[in-house]
């Protein structure tokens, strides 16, 4: 059997914004917030050190920027943790990237929990509801190496904002480089016939894992992996709430705002379901290692598995 890779999706961010300017994408530019070491832009800043702007912390600026450099026909990829993207830079990212429409990608990293050490006020759990919230905006959460840096691709080449999520934390990587992403588009990593689980981000492979156990106390759950928050691709998930006719969701963000009520929404509108929810409560996180973290607030196979049996049940 081959040794699972265990891959930060951040580094993947890096990789995949070189791999983009060694291939041709000469509108590419990268801006970073003073953390180019941390978000992985500097793998792009090593070979591409003209096309990488180090805006310092200033991240509503940063923003500023972005949106003048998209209307001159370049595509800036605007790069920092996600609690500042998202969270101190949100004016500008809706009134000056969000309203115009404008092409630029923001490129978000240690969001969630999983930032562990950094501690409440870096582990944005808020994200995916800012960003949804923003009319036109593309929201993305990969959930391993393969998928980030396909994400990235796919984000370069559609016009219009992305907000792309990224995790500090390695993760397994389990797709196969023959996989193909779609911006809109979802996947069924397992198959299953008792209760669906849906899940974006670090969380697909502990839904992976849990499904592994589910099967062996014999219940069948099918995994389904919703990289593409925004928009969300209803029709796999509709049909998979029929087959199965119980709902499950799992992220790595509040169960206010994220993929949790985007499931719902959808369901409760155009197929009624049982759902339940796994996040983050309505809670700050606190200093931790990331590991611990995740179990301690239930982002783990182990609460999947327990919560899908009562759930079954």
């Not at 928050?229 to 119980?246: Q, V």
């Amino acid at each position: 059997m081959a040794e699972v890779k265990n891959i930060a999706t951040r580094d993947s961010y890096g990789n995949a914004l070189k791999e983009l300017a060694a291939n041709g994408a000469d509108k590419l530019v990268v801006l970073d917030a003073d953390l180019s070491a941390a978000t992985k832009t500097g793998i792009f800043k090593k070979e591409y050190p003209d096309r990488h702007i180090n805006c310092g912390i200033a991240e509503a600026n940063m923003i500023c920027a972005a949106a003048g450099m998209a209307t001159m026909g370049l595509v800036p990829f605007a790069s920092s943790f996600a609690m500042f993207a998202a969270g101190r830079a949100f004016e500008q990212v809706r009134n000056s990237i969000g309203y115009p429409h404008l092409n630029v990608k923001i490129g978000a990293t240690h969001a969630g929990i999983s930032v562990g050490e950094d501690g409440a006020s870096h582990q944005c759990c808020e994200d995916f509801a800012l960003m949804r919230s923003i009319p036109g905006m593309v929201v993305i959460c990969p959930a391993d190496d393969v998928e980030a840096k396909q994400a990235v691709k796919a984000a370069y080449a559609y016009e219009g904002p992305v907000y792309l999520r990224f995790g500090r934390l390695a993760v397994p990587v389990f797709h196969s480089d023959d996989y193909k992403f779609e911006i809109g588009k979802g996947e069924v990593v397992r198959q299953g016939t008792d209760v669906t689980i849906v899940a974006n981000g670090l969380m697909v492979a502990e839904a992976i894992q849990a499904g592994e156990t589910l099967a062996e106390q014999g219940i069948s759950a099918e995994i389904i992996n919703i990289a593409t928050i925004k928009p969300l691709d209803e029709e796999l998930i509709i049909a998979s709430a029929r087959k199965t006719g119980k709902v499950i969701t799992v992220e790595e963000h509040s169960i206010i705002g994220g993929l949790g009520e985007a499931v719902c929404s959808c369901l409760s509108e155009k197929c009624p379901t049982p759902v339940k929810r796994i996040g983050v409560n309505d809670e700050f996180g606190h200093s931790g290692p990331a590991k611990d973290l995740l179990k301690q607030f239930g982002l783990s196979a182990e609460n999947i598995v327990n919560t899908t049996v009562e759930f079954v049940k």
